[in-house]
């Protein structure tokens, strides 16, 4: 089974925090870091059954720290832990990963000058900031800041809900051995395809100390609200019986795939339903194939969910088939956090856009695995940025998909370059819609390693 002791308290449920701060640092003097990490960190970080809902242990301030390759490296520890990505780092990806090139990336991004990260979450910032202070005086001048970023849930009923409004978090897979069972939702995944040396690892030769760490894919993603609420407001759809904003809504949802309330499409097709959002039970208990409905084929039917709604693009559940078994290793869990300020009246008003770069918002997106290949990257290389996906790869009949409108790109170095997607007409799903400008810019990010607790005061301390 999992040792849950062991495993990081982020990996499998995430920190469950209204603030979390992304600290990136430099080793500088490894005898001293190694000491420090044994004697002092090792015990600051927080596990998993520490912030298991009804805990009594749930710290104030959760801490959890996480490894670039070459953090590794400034410790000596050479062992392979068989992740290409992770041993070349993010920064080399860049093109993989569909980004406009490094000129967005956050400088402290390019290269591979970071050798790891604390991950800080708590519900005020007074008590993050405490806890760093603790943490930069243990570790004194063995390491140094590259670059923080502040995360924070959004303000009101906005908490849960990403900037661009639509509520997040809801369908992380469950995981066969940890939270399988809990609720009806798609089949649990087994617990190796996120948990390196769990049952269902596919890799057999990593070193044992590995066991119970996890590969954490941090990326910055800078969102531009204004822009995407002027062409969801410039798209209303045609649908009868609605009114002119719930077809200006629909479309918004039609785009990502659940409604601003969480609710996904796939079971309310037409109007938001904040109560099916709310529901645990009901808002991931889908598959977007409906042997209910006579004469539906979940390979051409598109009609209540998009082949190109970014929810169906980066989890295509049946529209591939069963989900579980060999040759499916294409889930992450996420645990991002929204950064950056609320929209300003100033930007919403009529010239819609987010210029000013103190106004900087978007995504801390945090995703978790156990192989960066066929996971994350796999998501957006060979799906979120393929037009192709699902259609015709995957025996989709109708017109070609097109890139995810929320984050997928057009290979290229060109910024908004022209995006053509179909589907998001339910009235004609071959019907295109050319989205002319990128609503999620890539400011960079890196691949580290979240190691078991006990490596911190074992294998990384000597
Ligand atoms: Fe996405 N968004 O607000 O548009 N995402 N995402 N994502 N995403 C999801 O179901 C968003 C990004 C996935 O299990 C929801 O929990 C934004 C990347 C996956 O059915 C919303 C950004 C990648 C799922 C958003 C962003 C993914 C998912 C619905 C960037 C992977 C679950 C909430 C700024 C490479 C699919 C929920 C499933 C859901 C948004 C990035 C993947 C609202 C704004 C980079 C796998």
Known sequence: GLNLNDIQGDVLIGMRKKKELFFFFSIKDAAKFKSKLGSDIHSLITNTNQILPGSKN??????????SKTGLDALNITDNLQDDNFNIGQFKNATDLGDAGTGNWVPAFKGTNIHGVFLLAANRTQFIDSKLADIQ?????????????????????????????????????????????????????????????????????????????????????????????????????????????????????????????????????????????????????FTYDHPEIPGFDVKSNQTLCPYSAHLRKTRPRATLGAETGPGDDHHIIRAGIPYGPEVTRAESSSN?????????????????????????????????????????????????????????????????????????????????????????????????FSPPISALSGKLAT
């Open 58 to 67: 749930i710290p104030h301030t959760a801490v959890n720290i996480a490894f």
């Open 352 to 448: 819609k856009s987010s210029t000013d770069p103190s106004l900087e918002r978007g995504l801390a997106f945090v995703a978790y695995q156990s192989n960066i290949d066929t996971a994350f990257k796999f998501i957006q290389r060979s799906w979120i940025d393929n037009a192709q996906f699902p259609s015709p790869v995957a025996g989709i009949t109708g017109n070609t998909t097109g890139v995810d409108p929320i984050i997928g790109r057009n290979a290229g170095t060109v910024t908004d370059a022209p995006r053509v997607i179909t589907g998001t007409d339910p009235l004609n799903t071959n019907k295109s819609f050319t989205l002319n400008s990128e609503f999620v810019i890539s400011r960079g990010g890196e691949y580290f």
């Open 137 to 285: 005086q243990i570790l004194g001048d063995s390491i140094t800041e590259n670059y923080r970023l502040s995360g924070a849930a959004r303000p009101g009923n906005e908490e849960g809900h990403e900037h661009f409004g639509y509520l997040d978090g809801v369908s992380n897979p469950a995981v066969q051995g940890f939270d399988d069972g809990t609720r009806p939702q798609p089949p649990a995944i087994v617990p190796g395809r996120f948990i390196v040396g769990a049952s269902g690892d596919t890799f057999t030769n990593r070193p044992a100390w590995a066991t119970g760490g996890s590969f954490l894919v941090f990326r910055q993603l800078q969102q531009k609200v204004p822009e995407f609420n002027k062409f969801v407001e410039d798209h209303p759809l045609n649908v009868p019986g609605l009114s002119q904003q719930e077809n200006t809504d629909l479309f918004g949802a039609r785009l990502i795939g659940r409604w601003k309330s969480g609710a996904p499409i796939d079971l309310a097709p037409l109007r938001d339903d904040p109560a099916l959002g709310a529901d645990s039970q009901r808002n991931n208990n």
